[in-house]
T-cell receptor, first 111, second 111 residues
Framework: GESVGLHLPTLSVQEGDNSIINCAYS??????FIWYKQESGKGPQFIID?????DKRQGQRVTVLLNKTVKHLSLQIAATQPGDSAVYFC??????????FGKGTTLSVSS | DVKVTQSSRYLVKRTGEKVFLECVQD?????MFWYRQDPGLGLRLIYF???????EKGDIPEGYSVSREKKERFSLILESASTNQTSMYLC??????????FGPGTRLLVL
């Protein structure tokens, strides 16, 4: 069945390092992918999205990479800061359907 | 900026009570969603609505109902609250079937 998952439930990094959070998806028909950040006690916040006709998209300190061949999505955070500590979710959808969310990776940033 | 608000941040109810959770969005979005979020289970879709008075069941609709009388407002109703409905409830809205914008969440405790 369809599923969106993340490779690691937790990731610990040092402040200033680059972080890479991975996500595998199973539905090759998905054409839209999105990353959310959820801080403790808050709702998920949109970070960045990408469509299937792209391989890479950059935002402010974040980059999303899409590898359709192996159905893999990653979120790269440059110069990770303590404020980046949160749970990160990927989600996918195909045209006309609701998002399907992964379970999340908890990113911990130590000073 | 898109704003999604939820009527309560924290709620404590007793088993058997009828519970109303309200969600309002101010961006004229067609789609609105209710999720619950539990540790280890991620975000699970309860119900969604793609238009006024329209609703569709999500993955876990049992024990819940919804109401959408106005475009900006989507209510989740627990007809008879049970302890297994203790959870974080998240509302979201979207213009199309892609980027969803989330509210801050309601943490419900059923005693």
């Amino acid at each position: 069945g369809e599923s969106v998952g993340l490779h690691l439930p937790t990731l610990s990094v040092q402040e200033g390092d680059n972080s890479i959070i991975n996500c595998a998806y199973s539905n090759s028909a998905s054409d839209y992918f999105i990353w959310y950040k959820q801080e403790s006690g808050k709702g998920p916040q949109f970070i960045i999205d990408i469509r299937s006709n792209m391989d890479k998209r950059q935002g402010q300190r974040v980059t999303v990479l899409l590898n359709k061949t192996v159905k893999h999505l990653s979120l790269q955070i440059a110069a990770t800061q303590p404020g980046d500590s949160a749970v990160y979710f990927c989600a996918e959808s195909k045209a006309g359907t609701a998002l399907i969310f992964g379970k999340g990776t908890t990113l911990s940033v130590s000073s | 900026d898109v704003k999604v608000t939820q009527s309560s941040r924290y709620l404590v109810k007793r088993t058997g009570e009828k519970v109303f959770l309200e969600c309002v969005q101010d961006m004229d979005h067609e789609n609105m969603f209710w999720y619950r979020q539990d540790p280890g289970l991620g975000l699970r879709l309860i119900y969604f609505s793609y238009d006024v008075k329209m609703k569709e069941k999500g993955d876990i609709p049992e024990g819940y109902s919804v109401s959408r009388e106005k475009k900006e407002r989507f209510s989740l109703i627990l007809e008879s609250a049970s302890t297994n409905q203790t959870s974080m409830y998240l509302c979201a809205s979207s213009k199309v079937w892609e980027t969803q914008y989330f509210g801050p969440g309601t943490r419900l405790l059923v005693l």
